[in-house]
């Protein structure tokens, strides 16, 4: 159980273009996912946390309008990056909150890896 | 200083080898502590999680935690090649759901 997938698992384009990431909890729903970017060799930089039915809350120093964040439904979180650049090529990964009695765990979808030309 | 550090190698061992690998941290609030394997270009999956002070063993992997020293440590033992992979720390506060992830260690089992 507790499964997240993302959708695509690889995607490249073209400078100036706008690209969509799916994030989907798949046997259970949850009122939290989190949006992860992570460049070669380094860890996890957490990017927002979204919030079914509202808005999403960003990191210092994330752009809000450039990664636009929707989470329409308690299984599915998606994150668009607009007018995308090269120094926009990223792993992306979402995670979705399962909330337990103890504490909060996150389950990790497989990642997108975004390559901008 | 970072609120939580890990050293990112790369480690290397030989295969059967036991592996040590840690992480320090400044966050005196920091009650639970996570592992997670990850391979190259896939996403981080849970190994083992530990609340507070103490040790939690999982077949070939022993975390433990020492609030005292602010350090925690994952042990592998009779390491295999199927084991290289990335191994990222994390920690979170009771009640917050933000995790503090490590930089990651990367490990090479060597066969």
């Known amino acids: 159980g507790a499964v997240v997938s993302q959708h695509p698992s690889w995607v490249i384009c073209k400078s100036g273009t706008s690209v969509k990431i799916e994030c989907r909890s798949l046997d259970f729903q949850a009122t939290t996912m989190f949006w992860y970017r992570q460049f070669p060799k380094q860890s996890l930089m957490l990017m927002a946390t979204?919030?079914?039915?509202?808005?999403?809350?960003?990191e210092q120093g994330v752009e809000k309008d450039k990664f636009l964040i929707n989470h329409a439904s308690l299984t599915l979180s998606t994150l668009t990056v607009t007018s995308a650049h090269p120094e926009d090529s990223s792993f992306y990964i979402c995670?979705?909150?399962?909330?337990?009695?103890?504490?909060?765990?996150?389950?990790f979808g497989p990642g997108t890896r975004l390559t901008v030309l | 200083q970072k609120e939580v550090e890990q050293d990112p190698g790369p480690l290397s061992v030989p295969e059967g080898a036991i592996v040590s690998l840690n992480c320090t941290y400044s966050?005196?609030?920091?009650?639970?502590f996570m592992w997670y394997r990850q391979y190259s270009r896939k996403g981080p999956e849970l190994l083992m999680y530990t609340y507070s002070s103490g040790n939690k063993e999982d077949g070939r992997f022993t975390a433990q935690v020492d609030k005292s020293s602010k350090y925690i440590s994952l042990f592998i033992r009779d390491s295999q090649p199927s084991d290289s992979a990335t191994y990222l720390c994390a920690m979170i506060t009771s009640g917050t759901y933000k995790y503090i992830f490590g930089t990651g260690t990367r490990l090479k089992v060597l066969a």
């Open positions: 966050n005196s609030a920091f009650q639970y």
């Open positions: 995670s979705a909150r399962l909330a337990r009695v103890s504490y909060n765990e996150q389950f």
């Open positions: 979204s919030n079914e039915g509202s808005k999403a809350t960003y």
